[in-house]
């Protein structure tokens, strides 16, 4: 799923590392630690933190969520909202955050509703300015359904939600008489790390920090552009500078003038810090800024070679982007992003002012079809090279660049040439739907497809993605009625491979509502064609697989494994894990059936390993499900509870138990009355509630690992 790294091992959650020490805010601190303690009662399970851009909201939040984690036994989850735009979407991204690889139909929150209502958990909603009304919307809904949920937000305005608690986020002091404020503290740090040290006998020295302090009101943001600004000015040039280009508290509006204000304008410490990252931008070189400006199109992260391909042009050739690039990280416009090395992301408003300038520029749609054409290439890439030995690493891409993605399908989608719109709608809505993104895949593809586009491989391609992410939401009717577009497309677009990978959509749809014999017939009377590299290549392996799967179900198993078999060679000769992994699981299934147990443990921990390298939840849980009946079968009946833990904690995150299918239930039923027969009602609730208990990557560690040297 979309959060694919685990900074915090041992902890439930996503909170990324701090990458910066911490300054002051003792008050704020504890303040919010005492609103966020679930011992304290119905108060604080909504603190919202408030204040104006740049005066260090995130970094608080952040700060006092890493403080109390202890406290949240279900994890506490960071879910950032800057890269979203379009109204909708903050249900979506809470649950992609959460990591609910969710495979059904149901209303998300709903589905984040469910599965939160017995748990302890925070959830830290970041920059909600601008989706105010849908934020509200969300946190009303979770909170009314789950008791145990407390939600911490940052915004520049309040939710105005009922039993709302409220800090307004001031800006560091800045002590007058002794200048050795927060404000001054935080300079002084920065002013180290860009190699200006200021000693604390140094009278002089911070008295002039002290001043730039002030004359930047406390504002953290604007303190640490002005420090990064030391590499290149003495201390005294920094301050002669701002005094120069920065207005004093008396050219700013009074709260009068504010109260009579027209709407949109910004108050005045807004204003201060515009003008600091103005004056930042005044110093930059000429074609530092023009990169800036074109930069803000990024929406979530990016790497040096993607900016090359979207922000070159003119004046800015691609061999001057990595050194421009190096001088906006020296000068804090660009940061490091903490978690991926080698990407680099903007703050919102520094993201913001770029964004003026690019308008300003007249560049703005320029660039932003720069972008969506980038990302169109690429989405078209990933699908050409996914059943391949680069698919591991085109899954990564697909995570690391969603946000981006997502803005350029939303682009293609706005625009009037369908047929570019719905070309990409099926590369992305292919990708997708094997990374986990399956609502996101359904709405672009349906939006796409609603226009009746013309015949040729993307509505093709488009078409069995549809119907494919049907499948795994459980919703077997409309994946027949996919399949049977689909397999009208293929046929027009006169390939015969689409015809192939369109037969997968029917079979599985078949196999999964345990219409096994008819699955078997459709599936089995697919050609076997030469196995492709790209997107339908992966379909025709997914056609075999899903016969496969009818066969065991049927309790074929001979059969079901022989097919898996070649299934498993041809992923293998690939070099691709998404069909070969489940093919494992398979292979298991049928040598267990055989009574072939230290097979079938070797095949699922396998398959499980496969499924963790592309983040596949449904097909790790599947493969738990295996490898707990196989361990079961040795004897060991404590590991197998655990097991059956774990892979109730992974069937959770998608929403749907053993894919809703009659078959799979009743197999995994079977084994839990077992195990708990074996071991007696307390001893098994032991084991299995361990299970239950670990994170999703400790699980996957203990269901690979092999004890006592198996």
Known sequence: MPDTTHPNPGNLGNLPPETHSFVGRRVELALLQAALDPGAGPAGRLVSVVGVGGVGKTRLALRVAAEVRDAYPDG????????????????????????????STRPVIDV?????????????????????????????????????????????ERLALPGEEVLHLEPLPVDDSAPAGDAVALFAERAAAAGRPLSDDDVAGRAIAAAVCRRLDGIPLALELAAARLADLTLDQLHARLGE?????SDLPSPLDLLSSAPGERPPRHQTLRTAIGWSHELCAPLERLLWARL?????????????????????????????????????????????????????????YGTDWLCALGEERAVRRRHREHYARLAQQGCAEWNTGRQVAWCERVLSEH????????????????????????????????????????????????????????????????????????????????AVRCADAARDQGSPVAAVAAVYV?????????????????????????????????????????LSLAHVLRGEYERGREVSDEVRTASRK????????????????????????????????TSIAGHALL????????????????????????????????????????????????????????????????????????????????????????????????
Not at 455 to 480: C, F, K, M, Y
Not at 581 to 597: F, K, N, S
Not at 664 to 675: K, P
């Open 574 to 605: 690939q070099g691709e894990y998404w069909c070969g992994a489940y093919a494992d699981c398979l292979i298991a299934h049928a040598d267990l059936a055989r009574g072939d147990v230290p097979a079938a443990v070797r095949g699922a921990r």
């Open 112 to 156: 984040i509703a469910e599965w939160a209502h017995r748990k302890r958990l925070l959830i830290v909603l970041d920059s909600c300015e601008h989706l105010l009304a849908d934020c509200a919307k969300v946190a009303a809904a979770l909170l009314s359904r789950a008791p145990g949920l407390r939600i911490l937000v940052t915004s520049r």
């Open 245 to 249: 280009r920065l207005p004093s508290p």
């Open 296 to 352: 803000s199109v990024f929406t979530g992260g990016f790497c040096t070679e993607t900016v090359q391909q979207v922000c070159a042009g003119g004046p800015l050739a691609p061999e001057r982007i990595a050194g421009l690039l190096a001088r906006l990280v020296a000068q804090s416009i660009v940061l490091p992003d903490p978690v991926i090395s080698a990407r680099y992301r903007m703050l919102d408003t520094v993201r913001e």
């Open 76 to 103: 506490v989850w960071l879910t950032e909202l800057s890269p979203l735009h379009t109204p909708g979407l903050v249900d979506l991204a809470v649950m992609e955050t959460l990591r609910l690889a969710d495979q």
């Open 403 to 482: 946000a981006d993605f997502r803005a350029a399908v939303e682009s293609a989608l706005a625009e009037p040439d369908r047929t570019a719109a719905v070309e990409m709608a099926g590369h992305v809505g292919f990708l997708w739907r094997h990374c986990g993104y399956l609502r996101e895949a359904q709405a672009c593809l349906d939006q796409a497809l609603a226009a009746d586009p013309p015949p040729g491989h993307g509505r093709t391609l488009a078409l069995w993605s549809r119907g494919a992410v049907a499948i795994l939401q459980g919703d077997q009717e409309a994946a027949a009625n996919w």
């Open 615 to 710: 983040h596949n939840t449904a097909g790790a849980a599947l493969s738990l499900d295996v490898l707990a009946a196989a361990v079961a079968t040795t004897g060991d009946a404590h590991r197998a509870a655990r097991l059956l833990g774990i892979g109730t904690r992974l069937w959770e995150l998608t929403g749907r138990a053993q894919m809703d299918s009659p078959d799979l239930i009743a197999t995994r039923r079977t084994c839990e009355l077992r195990v708990r027969e074996h071991l007696g009602d307390d001893a098994y609730e032991t084991g299995y509630r361990e299970g239950l208990a670990m994170s999703y990557d400790e699980g996957i560690a203990y269901a690979t690992s092999r004890p006592g040297g198996q």
């Open 506 to 546: 029917r079979g599985g749809q078949l196999a999964l509502t345990s219409r096994l014999a008819e699955a078997i017939d459709v599936l089995a009377a697919a050609p076997q064609l030469p196995i492709q590299d790209d997107a339908f290549g992966a379909a025709q392996l997914q056609v075999r697989l899903a």
